[in-house]
């Protein structure tokens, strides 16, 4: 009996430890059921404060019409808000060309933050186009954007010789918004297409002590197409290189009363043929850098090398046939001026590129050659000579005829 007990009292133990196990296990099932629950809470609210940090993204309000450019910055948040330097950069392009030769660009803010220009020093400059080794961009350099330039003047950018700036509308209604204009004249169009860009940015302190700033920033890229080649007085050919330069050839008739021709190429082309001061290109083929070649004693038997002059530091020439040489029948040639392969400044035109990537409003470029037809018109005297060779002939005639007339 004594055994029987102890075995009772054996179960009784088993069963007892198996009641606190079983106890334990549905605490941890619910401790577990707990956590997880957390975790989700938790995980839900991070996904919430990610989307409300998203939901603060705003951007630049840009707007193009026609050659005005209006950025339009929106109000900034409190420091320490969420996505507080989330602000995507605008940018959009204009285009100026012969009949359009005015650009504006317009900057306001919902905030009193400083608003300043891109470059700083838009009076004076602009961003053109970063050369292969040029130094650093300084304000040229856009935060977020694949823009890259170097400040320089546009009188150099563009060719010119006077002073072209941007300038700041200073009437009361503008501030403390800030509004600049750029007024171009048809002799400033360059002889090739250029791209350059301006804008403004937007700053703002991040924290209480101000040690920190960020910058929303609205670009515009100005593409200035290049003026057309054209024929001025004294047969003055100015050539040009731009994508609508050269529609046609240009054609030029040199006469005993207007005998000399000027090509004046440019610091962006040359001439062709190389060999110009005695040979030209056959005035029936049109492509002037594979052109058959034929020399000027065929056309001009006097020629001498000495009718070709050099003017503006070689960069153009000259043409001077005597009166007395012209030929007695029409005669005609080809010659111009082509693009070369690298720009005023020495840099190769791949390099001539405001974005990275070659994309954001930057059109593409293409050259064009300057093709020059010249027509030399018979001399005066040889058509002279042979009118007076006409009435002798005549006036003999007549007088044979009066001479049989008075026999008969």
Not at 260 to 285: H, K, M, R, V, W
Request: proline share 4%.
């Amino acid at each position: 009996m004594a055994r029987s007990g102890s075995i009772r009292q054996r179960h009784g133990g088993l069963g007892s430890k198996a009641r606190k196990l079983a106890a334990v296990g549905v605490v941890g099932v619910l401790l577990f059921s707990r956590g997880q629950a957390v975790a989700d809470d938790l995980h839900e609210g991070l996904q919430n404060r990610g989307l409300q940090a998203q939901q603060k993204v705003t951007t630049v309000a840009l707007s193009v019409t026609g050659t005005t450019a209006k950025c339009a910055f929106p109000a900034t948040r409190e420091a320490g808000e969420p996505g507080e330097a989330d602000t995507a950069p605008a940018s959009g392009s204009v285009t100026l060309s012969k009949g359009i030769l005015t650009a504006t660009l317009q900057c306001s803010s919902q905030s009193a933050e400083t608003l300043s220009t891109i470059p700083t020093n838009l009076a004076h400059k602009v961003c053109g186009p970063k050369q292969g080794h040029s130094p650093e961009a300084g304000s040229c350099t856009v935060t977020g954007s694949s823009l890259v330039g170097t400040e320089t003047e546009l009188k150099q950018l563009l060719g010119t010789t006077r002073e072209i700036k941007w300038i700041k509308d200073q009437s009361p209604d503008v501030r403390p918004n800030t509004q600049w204009s750029l007024a171009l004249q048809e002799s400033d169009l360059p002889l090739s297409e250029k791209t350059f860009f301006v804008g403004c940015q937007q700053t703002q302190t991040q924290n209480k002590k101000g040690s920190a700033q960020t910058k929303s920033t609205c670009t515009v890229t100005v593409n200035v197409e290049a003026r057309a080649s054209s024929v001025g007085e004294n047969n003055v050919v100015t050539c040009a290189y731009g994508k609508n330069s050269n529609p046609k050839p240009l054609e030029v008739d040199m006469t005993t009363a207007n005998n000399t021709l000027t090509i004046d190429c440019g610091s962006e082309g040359s001439l062709n043929p190389a060999s110009y001061e005695t040979q030209f290109c056959d005035p029936q083929e049109k492509d002037l850098k594979n052109c058959a070649k034929k020399d000027y004693v065929d056309i001009l038997p006097t020629f001498r090398t000495t009718w070709w002059t050099t003017e503006n530091e070689g960069s153009s020439v000259k043409l001077t046939i005597p009166e007395t040489e012209f030929p007695e029948s029409e005669q005609q040639f080809r010659l111009g001026c082509v693009p070369v392969t690298t720009t005023s400044n020495g840099a190769t035109n791949e390099n001539n590129k405001l974005h990275e990537d070659e994309e954001g409003g930057a059109e593409t470029v293409t050259s064009t050659s300057c093709n020059v037809l010249v027509t030399i018109k018979t001399s005066a005297a040889s058509y002279a000579s042979h009118t007076m060779q006409m009435l002798t002939a005549a006036s003999g005639a007549a007088a044979v005829t009066g001479l049989i007339v008075g026999s008969l």
